[in-house]
């Protein structure tokens, strides 16, 4: 069964220490992997799309990395309003839809 | 601006009466998505519509959800009767081809 698993479930970091989400999935024919961010309240806001393994997209002080297992999405040097759940999601091909893993609530403090 | 725009934000209802949540795609966009999100289950899909056909509804009860799409502007997603099972937020997102999907804020929906 397809499946897509975040990891940690919350992690809790000090303002300007870096560390890194991971979202492994075991999808047959993957055809975009998706990373969003979600503000509480508010639905998921899009960040980065990966179809490749091997491409790394950057936004600030996020950065997002594919292998042909797990994605990462690495945060450098936090500020308090990264503070939010991250969403993947994963796009198989022959679909339109999404899959998504359960998140990483992320909460950095000052 | 472009955004998807769900309406209701909040909606509290009795057990057994109808809800509907309605959602506006971005003007353009082709699919349009319907989730539920629980803290147990996380974000699941419930239909999905390209062009205005639905193409896949297997994660609906089929006995009491229905999702349409009247016109290119309108989806909506009725529930009757509904139960307390059925609390979530219900977002909706839209698309184009294979990219992204944009989300709206989402129907906080509480059944007492």
């Known amino acids: 069964e397809d499946q897509v698993t975040q990891s940690p479930e919350a992690l809790r970091l000090q303002e300007g220490e870096s560390s890194s989400l991971n979202c492994s999935y075991t999808v047959s024919g993957l055809r975009g992997l998706f990373w969003y961010r979600q503000d509480p309240g508010k639905g998921p806001e899009f960040l980065f799309t990966l179809y490749s393994a091997g491409e790394e997209k950057e936004k600030e002080r996020l950065k997002a990395t594919l292998t042909k297992k797990e994605s990462f999405l690495h945060i450098t040097a936090p500020k308090p309003e990264d503070s939010a759940t991250y969403l993947c999601a994963v796009r198989l091909s022959g679909y339109s839809t999404l899959t998504f893993g359960k998140g990483t609530m992320l909460l950095v403090s000052p | 601006d472009a955004r998807v725009t769900q309406t209701p934000r909040d909606k509290v209802t009795e057990m057994g009466q109808e809800v509907t949540m309605r959602c506006q795609p971005i003007l353009g966009h082709n699919t349009v998505f319907w989730y539920r999100q629980t803290m147990m289950q996380g974000l699941e899909l419930l239909a999905y519509?390209?062009?205005?056909?639905?193409?896949?509804d297997s994660g609906m009860p089929k006995d009491r959800f229905s999702a349409e799409m009247p016109d290119a502007t309108l989806a909506t997603l009725k529930i009757q009767p509904s139960e307390p099972r059925d609390s979530a937020v219900y977002f909706c997102a839209s698309g184009s081809g294979g990219a992204e999907a944009f989300f709206g804020q989402g129907t906080r929906l509480t059944v007492v």
């Open positions: 519509f390209r062009n205005r056909a639905p193409l896949d």
